[in-house]
């Protein structure tokens, strides 16, 4: 890993230090690097952030490899410190990465507070391709940007759209899915969130997300927004807690407004 301490938390570094030298361990040369993405990647971190990670590969792992990748990952999880078990990331062949087209495509991907590897494309985004490009930080490696070609802001936008739209729809069509105190608070946010960088055509962070949606839109939705961000901590308990009735009345009409707001915008371009 790279010589430099790539956060300010002592904990979070022996944890990388742990991921990355396990990594290049079961991997070997197919290991092209590791990076950090998301809210530490654009600078806007705090200590209930999620640690999102990328590992770039020669090629899609073996089985034996990912085999040896899942007894690492339960081993990490059960370290003794919370970070370990905030770690969200996905495994990216270089040449699936190279390319927006490439996106869509399944990955072996970690979700936030899971102990294994699964196939999901979470991480195959143009969103997270651009982060990774302009803003990646280097655990080991080649520098990030040169794994990722330019990405006109445009395709940028699109993704976001489509995302604000038919994301929003599945919620507002299955609140059901939905109604838990986590996704109540991480719909919210990341509706601020995607709204702004439609607006602005540059990704950020929950925290930049909040702030603009509460100077740029009606007052009205203070109270949700500071509610929602108070919220953030212990997602694994807020996980199994039941929604705010009221709250989560709001956020379904949030969603509803948000996507409006963002038609709005594309028409007027």
């Given at each position: 890993m790279s010589e430099t301490f790539p956060t300010p938390y002592p904990e979070l570094n022996n944890v990388l230090q742990d991921l990355v030298e396990s990594v290049q361990e079961i991997l070997g040369d197919d290991c092209v690097g590791a990076y950090l993405q998301g809210s530490f990647a654009v600078g806007d971190f705090d200590i209930h952030s999620d640690v999102d990670f990328i590992i770039v590969t020669q090629t899609e792992p073996s089985e034996k490899q990912v085999h040896a990748?899942?007894?690492?990952?339960?081993?990490?999880?059960?370290?003794?410190?919370?970070?370990?078990?905030?770690?969200?990331?996905?495994?990216?062949?270089?040449?699936?990465?190279?390319?927006?087209?490439?996106?869509?495509?399944?990955?072996?991907?970690?979700?936030?507070?899971?102990?294994?590897?699964?196939?999901?494309?979470?991480?195959?985004?143009?969103?997270?391709?651009?982060?990774?490009?302009?803003?990646?930080?280097?655990?080991?490696?080649?520098?990030?940007?040169?794994?990722?070609?330019?990405?006109?802001?445009?395709?940028?936008?699109?993704?976001?759209?489509?995302?604000?739209?038919?994301?929003?729809?599945?919620?507002?069509?299955?609140?059901?899915?939905?109604?838990?105190?986590?996704?109540?608070?991480?719909?919210?946010?990341?509706?601020?969130?995607?709204?702004?960088?439609?607006?602005?055509?540059s990704p950020s962070s929950k925290r930049t997300g909040a702030e603009w949606a509460k100077i740029n839109l009606d007052s009205s939705w203070h109270g949700l927004i500071d509610r929602t961000w108070s919220g953030r901590p212990h997602p694994e308990v807020s996980a199994r807690q039941p929604a705010d009735p009221k709250d989560f009345e709001s956020t379904l009409e949030f969603v509803q407004y948000i996507i409006n707001k963002s038609k709005q915008y594309e028409a007027s371009k």
């Amino acid at each position: 890993m790279s010589e430099t301490f790539p956060t300010p938390y002592p904990e979070l570094n022996n944890v990388l230090q742990d991921l990355v030298e396990s990594v290049q361990e079961i991997l070997g040369d197919d290991c092209v690097g590791a990076y950090l993405q998301g809210s530490f990647a654009v600078g806007d971190f705090d200590i209930h952030s999620d640690v999102d990670f990328i590992i770039v590969t020669q090629t899609e792992p073996s089985e034996k490899q990912v085999h040896a990748l899942q007894v690492m990952h339960e081993r990490i999880y059960n370290l003794d410190t919370r970070w370990a078990q905030h770690l969200e990331g996905s495994y990216f062949p270089k040449d699936v990465l190279r390319h927006y087209t490439g996106r869509g495509e399944k990955l072996w991907y970690l979700d936030n507070g899971s102990r294994s590897l699964i196939k999901a494309d979470h991480c195959n985004s143009i969103v997270v391709r651009w982060v990774l490009r302009e803003n990646g930080i280097t655990l080991t490696g080649q520098p990030s940007e040169s794994l990722v070609d330019q990405i006109p802001v445009e395709l940028l936008q699109k993704e976001i759209m489509e995302t604000i739209v038919g994301w929003g729809q599945k919620i507002i069509d299955h609140p059901d899915q939905f109604n838990n105190r986590f996704y109540q608070t991480f719909i919210v946010l990341n509706y601020c969130r995607m709204l702004h960088d439609l607006y602005t055509g540059s990704p950020s962070s929950k925290r930049t997300g909040a702030e603009w949606a509460k100077i740029n839109l009606d007052s009205s939705w203070h109270g949700l927004i500071d509610r929602t961000w108070s919220g953030r901590p212990h997602p694994e308990v807020s996980a199994r807690q039941p929604a705010d009735p009221k709250d989560f009345e709001s956020t379904l009409e949030f969603v509803q407004y948000i996507i409006n707001k963002s038609k709005q915008y594309e028409a007027s371009k």
